[in-house]
């Protein structure tokens, strides 16, 4: 036996000798780095409008694209990065945080400093913006949330490389404006360049922005200044020993698509730049305004004490009341406005974790790295906390069908993916349809449509509209799914499939923190989510104030990023 465990020993040795070659020795194990040893950054912030004699007055920002590096964590070198910044030495991941006024308009003129090579692989077999010469990085801003003009969308054809050298086929203008006169609440900002948005938020590229409605929120009693309200952008990444971002660069069909693959996941779960870092915070209410800014990772977060959240704003809007979880899903680009009750801790930490599976819902479970998002350290000393929650939130005019305006059209909005043929996705589309086919959604401007979202596909995707806000009414299961896929495959057309026939399964009740208004939602696997959009603002139910039926347009997609770039993406063209 002893000379069967010696073979053996020597076996395993040389088998760990001859490994290295083969597998990625540079990969960093996330599992061995140390948790909770960062503590939180809070992002720098940028007011979006000047002060002059007590008003507020609109204000003009420049806001770069630099390339740098980012200390993600104690222990892993610093990352060659892409950051939004003012200046190169203050570029930040996330990028600072916009704090702008409802009522008082921000122009931002975006700049890309950024090199003539991309730090990380990218995909030229989808649809992807290339400079004609090849040479630099396109990228694009998009605010998402926003109502605001085509042309300062950030549309994805409207792309530029450093110094506007190289333009997209739709670029319009240097200088994007954002009227800031929506409903108040959290936006994020983020690259959307063509078949380069994967890479471009995976390199950095991703921001914060509040709009602030002080005489309508300051009453509510919420914690709403700085120290008390503060945002939290969560992503996942992977790295290399040497610190630097792990993407693939090999696909799961590399004779199709050489690098792209359906979903990117990393084991290191990244709050405000730091990897699981740690916050030191007093017994009493914080509010945090949760952005999930990863690619294709849903959080599924709870904290493994008594705590809760109190869930008070989705995405950009306020509910009418309060909602107390124990647990909720974020999708990538869904936010979360939560109050923690610090006071009601039994301990002096608590730690915020994770617990959905990836891809969601039926991929696989969480592990130890990934299963943990940050900790708070909680102050032993008792306070007062002036802050409360009140009973009653905002309460918008049309939040559920009953006393919408009439609903001018219905859509039937098809999810499907496609495999190759040793069953590897190979693109994923809507309504079985490529991004450059002429526009089929095209609603009226100040009108209210339902769209039934069918999703053929085995996972969730998180579908986002741009411009226009939504009310998700229900999701019902697909009976006889197959055979209904089947007919979809042939015809791609809903109503001669059927759809109403087969849409009598088990209906799933919207959660009541999710029954608000929204941009983005979670479209289950093998469901229909029916879902009321709006093409006016939810506040006041006035059209808007610039033409949204100018080129370029807008687009609606799937906000897993890899599904998005290749390409679960279509324009959305309003009309008059
Ligand atoms: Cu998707």
């Not at 600072?96 to 090579?117: D, F, Q, Y």
Request: hydrophobic letters at 35%; charged letters at 20%.
């Amino acid at each position: 036996m002893v000379g069967l465990e010696r073979f053996l020993i020597a076996f395993l040795a040389l088998l760990a000798i001859c490994k290295t070659p083969w597998a990625d020795e540079k990969l960093l194990d996330a599992s061995q780095l140390k948790m909770f040893v960062d503590e939180l950054p809070d992002m720098p912030k940028i007011k979006g409008y000047d002060v002059v004699n007590g008003d507020h007055v609109p204000k003009s920002l420049i806001i770069g694209m630099f390339h740098k590096k980012w200390k993600f964590h104690r222990d892993i070198p610093a990352t060659p990065v892409f950051a939004y910044g003012t200046s190169r030495h203050t570029a930040t991941v996330p990028g600072p945080t916009i704090e702008a006024v409802h009522g008082i308009g921000t122009h931002v003129s975006w700049r890309n400093h950024l090199p003539s090579k991309h730090i990380l692989p990218w995909d030229p077999t989808i649809p992807t913006a290339i400079p004609s010469t090849k040479e630099g990085v396109p990228t694009v801003v998009h605010l998402h949330g926003g109502i605001h003009e085509p042309e300062s969308d950030g549309h994805s054809e409207s792309w530029f490389t450093r110094n506007f050298k190289q333009r997209g086929p739709t670029w319009t203008k240097k200088k994007y404006h954002y009227h800031n006169i929506q409903h108040p609440g959290t936006l994020w900002y983020h690259d959307h360049a063509m078949g380069l948005t994967r890479v471009n938020l995976l390199a950095g590229l991703i921001g914060a922005y509040v709009i602030r409605q002080p005489d309508l929120e300051v009453p509510l009693g919420l914690p709403y200044d700085d120290e008390f309200d503060r945002p939290l952008v969560v992503f996942d990444r992977g790295f290399r020993v040497d610190g630097s971002i792990f993407m693939n660069s090999t696909g799961n069909n590399p004779t199709i698509h050489p690098q792209w693959q359906p979903e990117y996941f990393g084991d290191a779960i990244i709050v405000n730049g730091k990897a699981w870092p740690y916050m030191i915070v007093r017994r009493r209410k914080y509010r945090f305004r949760i952005i999930n800014a990863s690619n294709a990772r849903f959080f599924k977060f709870y904290f493994t004490d008594n705590l809760t959240f109190i869930h008070v704003a989705s995405d950009s809007a306020y509910h009418e009341r309060p909602v107390t979880l124990k647990e909720m899903v974020l999708a990538p680009s869904e936010i979360a406005n939560v109050v923690v009750d610090f006071s009601k801790s039994k301990s002096n930490s608590a730690i915020l974790a994770n617990d959905a599976p990836y891809p969601y819902p039926s991929g696989d479970p969480v592990n130890e790295a990934n299963s943990k998002v940050m900790k708070f350290i909680i102050s032993t000393h008792h306070e007062v906390d002036e802050s409360r929650i009140p009973e009653k939130l905002i309460k918008y005019p049309s939040s559920s069908s009953s006393d919408a305006s009439p609903v001018a059209h219905t859509r039937y909005i098809a999810l499907y993916e496609y495999t190759s043929n040793v069953d590897e996705p190979t693109h994923l589309y809507i309504n079985g349809k490529p991004y450059e086919a002429p526009a089929t959604e095209m609603p009226k401007v100040g009108s209210s449509e339902i769209w039934y979202v069918i999703n053929l596909t085995e996972d969730n995707h998180p579908l986002h509209i741009h411009l226009g806000l939504f009310v998700v009414l229900d999701q019902t299961e697909l009976a006889k799914e197959d055979e209904f896929k089947d007919c979809m495959l042939k015809y791609n057309d809903a109503i001669k499939c059927h759809v109403s026939k087969y849409a009598r399964g088990k209906k799933v009740l919207v959660p009541a923190h999710e029954r608000g208004w929204k941009n983005v939602y979670k479209m289950m696997p093998g469901y229909v989510t029916k879902i009321l959009v709006r093409f006016s603002f939810i506040h006041s139910n006035e059209s808007y104030p610039f033409d949204a039926t100018s080129k370029p347009g807008y687009v609606y997609h799937c906000h897993i990023l890899d599904h998005e770039d290749n390409v679960m993406m279509r324009p959305l063209k309003l009309i008059a």
